[in-house]
């Protein structure tokens, strides 16, 4: 991930990303090198886009020069190429954090900051992406997901980090469309509140009534954290973050190095507040935004769990638009072993299971976006009878339509490239390790 794209028009954010990565100490990792390509125009973003289909983008939201929404909906039109995730910048004066999680919440918004937290966050912001990209964006790496998958991180007490864990957290189920873009807000929304006060109630000891008292002195919680953070004892303490994805559900757990609190006296008093009263914010929050949540008797580790929502479809391409839908029901049979390959499908829904000589050798889900591509692309028969495990739909690609979408999306080419490219090193990385 070394190209980074910055749609931006301001600039004095440019002078501060461009300070911020020009200077060494910003990164844990030395040797990380990223070429920045600031861009301001419609035609020059669009085209950087879908030729040069970036991992990763930094977006300014509260740009006033660049027609961001403009943007934003070549983006939604068309995730199948543009699927990468994006740091958003925002002015406070201009745009809250909620309101814009809530208006972009169909597109991979990892996280969102301030434009004062660029010389500091940015760059380490980029790292803990990088570091975890496969984990977060598994559009290439999908073929054990049914078998589950799991994560964790281990956190600082710091607040200004916890809007990207987060994110990371609801971008990972969104990815894989088991939750709906209203889910994955109200699950950021939940995550974020729970660190928080891990972080906040839990390693620094804040309490509600020295957290009012503060703030009405004029301090902001911010603030008073970093003001905890002085003491060695409390700097030194971890916020754990991790996850579980399981078929019909998945299980973040948070967990703090704090000494915990009286979960059931503390959940009764919840029950007798006023809907507006700020004490236990979070936990009433993420209470209400999720399926179920469950503290440990200590009280310093929550458990968050998510039910699946299997009706979410992948979105179709612009270019697959006008093409045939086929839906298929569990145990269809979509091609057979040994057949002419005259089509591929695109995997809108439902998930598939890879039969070689009677035997199941593999599965496939809407992550995995093509069948049949590998015998289509190199006018073989098929290799594998492909039957559906539960109903779904899909997206009907003849070849001469095919070549036509190519002729008329011409990135889509690029994008098919780099997808087998990508297969191809898989692939190979697996054969190094059986050697």
């Avoid at 000494?259 to 029950?271: A, M, N, Q, R, Y």
């Avoid at 809907?275 to 236990?280: A, D, E, R």
């Avoid at 935004?289 to 479809?313: C, F, P, Q, W």
């Avoid at 995997?347 to 015998?375: P, R, W, Y």
Wanted: hydrophobic letters at 40%; proline letters at 2%; one cysteine or more.
């Amino acid at each position: 991930m070394s190209t980074l794209g910055i749609i931006n028009s301001d600039q004095n954010i440019r002078e501060s990303i461009a300070y911020a990565f020009q200077n060494k100490r910003n990164f844990q990792n030395p040797n990380i090198n990223k070429d920045l390509f600031f861009l301001a125009e419609e035609d020059e973003i669009l085209e950087f886009l879908k030729y040069s289909l970036p991992e990763l983008v930094v977006i300014n939201f509260s740009d006033q020069k660049v027609k961001i929404d403009r943007i934003i909906t070549q983006i939604q039109n068309d995730k199948f190429v543009l699927n990468f995730g994006i740091i958003g910048i925002f002015d406070t004066t201009l745009d809250s954090e909620e309101d814009l999680l809530k208006k972009y919440r169909s597109i991979n918004v990892l996280t969102l900051m301030d434009r004062g937290w660029i010389t500091t966050h940015l760059v380490k912001s980029v790292e803990i992406i990088e570091q975890n990209y496969q984990i977060i964006f598994q559009r290439e790496f999908t073929k054990t997901f049914l078998k589950g998958a799991s994560g964790r991180f281990i956190l600082d007490n710091d607040i200004r980090s916890v809007q990207l864990y987060s994110g990371i957290g609801a971008t990972i189920l969104a990815q894989r469309e088991l939750i709906n873009p209203d889910s994955k807000m109200h699950l950021q929304l939940a995550l974020s509140e729970l660190i928080v006060n891990a972080i906040e109630h839990g390693n620094c000891g804040i309490s509600y009534e020295e957290k009012e008292r503060v703030m009405e002195d004029g301090l902001s919680f911010m603030e008073l954290v970093a003001e905890k953070c002085k003491d060695p004892a409390v700097r030194a303490k971890k916020v754990f973050f991790s996850w579980e994805i399981k078929p019909d559900r998945s299980v973040f757990i948070i967990s703090d190095q704090g000494g915990g609190f009286d979960v059931k006296t503390f959940l009764e008093k919840l029950k007798n507040q006023s809907k507006y009263s700020l004490h236990g914010r979070g936990i009433k929050l993420a209470a209400m935004l999720t399926h179920k949540l469950r503290y440990s008797t200590k009280g310093n580790k929550v458990a968050l769990i998510i039910n699946h929502d299997m009706s979410v479809e992948h979105g179709v391409p612009a270019g697959f638009i006008r093409e045939q839908v086929v839906l298929v029901n569990k145990g269809d049979v979509v091609m057979r072993e040994g057949e002419r390959s005259d089509c591929l499908y695109y995997i809108s829904s439902g998930t598939f299971e890879v039969l070689h000589n009677g035997k199941c050798v593999g599965s496939l889900c809407a992550q995995d976006i093509f069948l049949g591509e590998m015998s289509f692309l190199l006018d073989q028969r098929r290799s594998a009878t492909i039957r559906a495990t539960s109903a779904g739909k899909l997206i009907l690609l003849p070849q001469k339509n095919f070549i036509n979408i190519i002729r008329e999306y011409p990135h889509y080419g690029v994008f098919l490239s780099k997808l087998l490219a990508k297969r191809l090193v898989r692939t190979n990385d697996q054969a190094a390790g059986l050697r």
